[in-house]
Structure formats: C-alpha cells, structure tokens
C-alpha cells in the first residue's frame, strides 16, 4: 500500500516521519516548495513526487495538511490537483482545518471519481504530530473511515468518527471555540489579578490544586511561559483566529445567538492587529496588557 502526504511543513513533517517508519519505501510526500519535499524526504525516507496529480496517482491512502480553505480547494479541485488523478478506490484524508462547506464540495468531486474523502482534523500540535499522539475528529462514510484507521493509528491515539463528510470539521471548529475563549478568559483574568493586586503565584497555586472548575490544561501549561514572558509560538495566534472565524461563519446571525464567539473573535483581531499574528495565541494576554499598562511577567 502506498500512502501519500502533501504538505510536509510544521505538522506534516512529523507525520511523513511516523507514515515512513510504519510503511517504509511506501511513503510519498508532496511539497508546493521542492526543496522541502527534497528535505523532509531525506530525513524521513519518504519519496518526494514533483506534482500533486503524480502522488495522487500513485497514493493509496493519501493525506493532506495545509493552511485554509483556499489552498484546500486548489489542492484537491484546482487544475493538476487530485481530483485530475486520483484512482478510484483510494481514500484521501485531507487535516487540514477548513470549513465543512469545502470539504463537502471535495467529497462530492472525488466521489464521482470513485474515490472516498475523510476531513480528519487534528487536535494537538507538532509535540503530539512527533510522539503520534494526535487526536483526529474524522467525517465521512463509515466505510471508508474503517479501512483508514490503520493508518490513521500510525499517527494518533484518539481517533473518533463523528458522522458524515464535514462532521470532523464541525467538532473541531467547536472545539476551537472552547480553546480561544478559555484563552481570553485566562488573560482577563490575568489581568484582573494585576489590576486588582491579587498575586498571581497564589492564584495559579489555587486554580491548579483547589477543588474549583477554573483549572485546565492550558492554564496549567500557558501561565508559567506567559510570566516568563515567552510568546514563541506553538500554535499561532492567527491561526487560531482562523479557527474561531470559521466556527463563526458556520451558523446564521452568530452575533445575536452567540455574543461570546464575536467577542472572542474581535479579542483575536485586535491582538493581530497589534502585531500578535504570528505568537503563540496566548499572546491575548498582551493585548490585555496593553488596555490596563500592566504586564505578567515577573
């Protein structure tokens, strides 16, 4: 079996790696830059193809990751894009997170090849894409979901069908919704304790060790980087800011019925246009900074 991977950058380079170990001199890997396919796959072993219709062809099992909706359709519709080449029979698996109104447009493309589509999108991030501990919220038909878990496997642990083609893509968007509202909510928070001169120390101690509801992976893991002032990115602010936009645009008049999703999102535009976009999206936290001329770290 042959398993494909376009778009080897900071979350598919580690899969290409797991995929290679599990299927060796099976693995291809397509890159829009040649020099990454050319690096990623000396690294990995993989095979480098020079054309997305070459490594649809030659795919079996082929994934995908790349940015937004845009590049999903150009990929997958676009002139020389999988659709051109894809053999009927193969499964591809596109984790990239994109709204389900595209994915639903590739599924139905590709179905009329006699081909199957899974939107799998991934909860983690490159640490989990390295250990092959991602989780992956996957849509589509159950058959097809059941012959790609095998594969699947070779890179995470949770692995949930959710229903049919869009249905990963709706439960990650929600899911999103949760992660960059308790981003805000954290650095109000923050920001409160500077404004008001609660220590910061003691309320980390009692958020993380009390018996109340506030404690969380991420507070747990984003409060001590932040009062070391460290913002690199492990997951970017503008991408999450994607994220929310796309959870957002899923529903009708979103900021009547979901007033808290349009602040959240404003909150992230704001902290882009300050020149957050490319820090880890816990960098919020800086823009409440800036409105109250306190900062958290020590």
């Known amino acids: 079996m042959k398993v494909g991977y376009i778009g080897a950058?900071?979350?598919?380079?580690?899969?290409?790696?797991?995929?290679?170990?599990?299927?060796?001199?099976?693995?291809?890997?397509?890159?829009?830059?040649?020099?990454?396919?050319?690096?990623?796959a000396g690294d990995t072993g993989a095979s480098a193809c020079d054309t997305i219709a070459n490594?649809?062809?030659?795919?079996?099992?082929?994934?995908?990751?790349v940015p937004d909706n845009a590049?999903?359709?150009?990929?997958?519709?676009?002139?020389?894009?999988?659709?051109?080449?894809?053999?009927?029979?193969?499964?591809?698996?596109?984790?990239?997170?994109?709204?389900?109104?595209?994915t639903q447009q590739v599924h139905a493309a590709l179905k009329a090849k006699?081909?199957?589509?899974?939107?799998?999108?991934?909860?983690?991030?490159?640490?989990?894409?390295?250990?092959?501990?991602?989780?992956?919220?996957v849509g589509g038909e159950a058959e097809a979901f059941e012959r790609a878990q095998p594969v699947l496997a070779r890179c995470g642990q949770l692995i949930r069908?959710?229903?049919?083609?869009?249905a990963g893509n709706?439960?990650?968007?929600?899911?999103?919704?949760?992660?960059?509202?308790?981003?805000?909510?954290?650095?109000e928070a923050l920001g409160l304790c500077l404004e008001t001169g609660a220590d910061v120390e003691t309320f980390f101690d009692i958020v993380?060790?009390?018996?109340?509801?506030?404690?969380?992976?991420?507070?747990?893991?984003?409060?001590?980087?932040?009062?070391?002032?460290?913002?690199?990115?492990l997951f970017m602010l503008k991408f999450l800011l994607k994220d929310v936009r796309l959870a957002r645009d899923m529903v009708r008049d979103s900021e009547t019925n979901y007033p808290s999703l349009s602040?959240?999102?404003?909150?992230?535009e704001d902290s882009v246009d300050m020149g957050c976009a490319d820090d880890d999206f816990s960098a919020v936290m800086k823009l409440v900074e800036a409105r109250i001329g306190r900062v958290v770290a020590k």
């Open 55 to 65: 490594i649809a062809e030659a795919s079996d099992v082929l994934f995908s990751c």
């Open 208 to 233: 993380t060790q009390g018996t109340g509801f506030a404690h969380s992976r991420y507070f747990e893991n984003r409060v001590p980087r932040m009062r070391d002032g460290e913002f690199s990115a």
């Open 71 to 102: 590049s999903s359709l150009q990929v997958y519709l676009g002139d020389g894009g999988v659709a051109s080449a894809i053999r009927p029979g193969s499964i591809t698996i596109d984790c990239s997170t994109v709204g389900p109104d595209v």
């Open 170 to 187: 709706h439960m990650k968007l929600i899911h999103q919704t949760l992660v960059a509202g308790h981003a805000v909510a954290v650095a």
């Open 114 to 137: 006699g081909a199957s589509h899974l939107d799998a999108a991934m909860l983690g991030s490159v640490k989990q894409a390295t250990e092959g501990t991602i989780s992956f919220v």
């Open 161 to 166: 069908h959710c229903g049919s083609s869009g």
């Open 263 to 268: 602040a959240i999102v404003k909150t992230f």
């Open 9 to 40: 950058g900071a979350m598919g380079a580690p899969m290409i790696a797991q995929l290679a170990k599990a299927y060796p001199g099976d693995t291809l890997v397509f890159d829009v830059s040649p020099e990454v396919s050319a690096r990623v």
